[in-house]
């Protein structure tokens, strides 16, 4: 004996769910390039590097280049929430007076000391 089955029809609140869950997964996406866009500088290193999307001489060079000589950092790390610099000049400072400066790439210890216009620990 065959079967026949009837094709199910969706209830209308399942049609109803998926347009929601949708609107949801949009909105969030949205709100986050929101969210980005209001990110000051420092906010937007901060969270590249806890990604994993820079390291960590990355972001001292680009920190720099965000005190010092702004056309040079990177677009997408131009925050347009203000900041104050204070503690970012504070953090340059001690980053190019540590041992651990002279580890650093040469690509990287030669920008920061040509921006910086100082001679470093490191010789």
């Known amino acids: 004996m065959e079967s026949t089955s009837i094709p199910k029809q969706r209830s209308p609140f399942a049609r109803l769910f998926q347009l929601l869950l949708l609107a949801v997964i949009f909105l969030s996406i949205s709100l986050e390039s929101?969210?980005?866009?209001k990110m000051s500088t420092p906010e937007?290193?901060?969270r590249a590097l806890g990604r994993g999307e820079i390291t960590e001489e990355q972001f001292t060079l680009y920190l720099?280049?965000?005190a010092y000589e702004w056309e040079s950092l990177p677009t997408q790390f131009r925050g347009q929430g203000g900041?104050?610099?204070t503690?970012?000049?504070m953090y340059i400072s001690q980053a190019t007076h540590d041992v651990s400066f002279c580890s650093m790439s040469p690509f990287i210890r030669s920008e920061?000391?040509?921006i910086l216009g100082v001679d470093t620990i490191c010789k």
């Open 34 to 37: 929101s969210e980005l866009k």
């Open 44 to 46: 937007l290193l901060s």
């Open 64 to 66: 720099t280049y965000a």
């Open 83 to 85: 900041w104050c610099g």
């Open 87 to 89: 503690w970012a000049i």
């Open 112 to 114: 920061m000391t040509r």
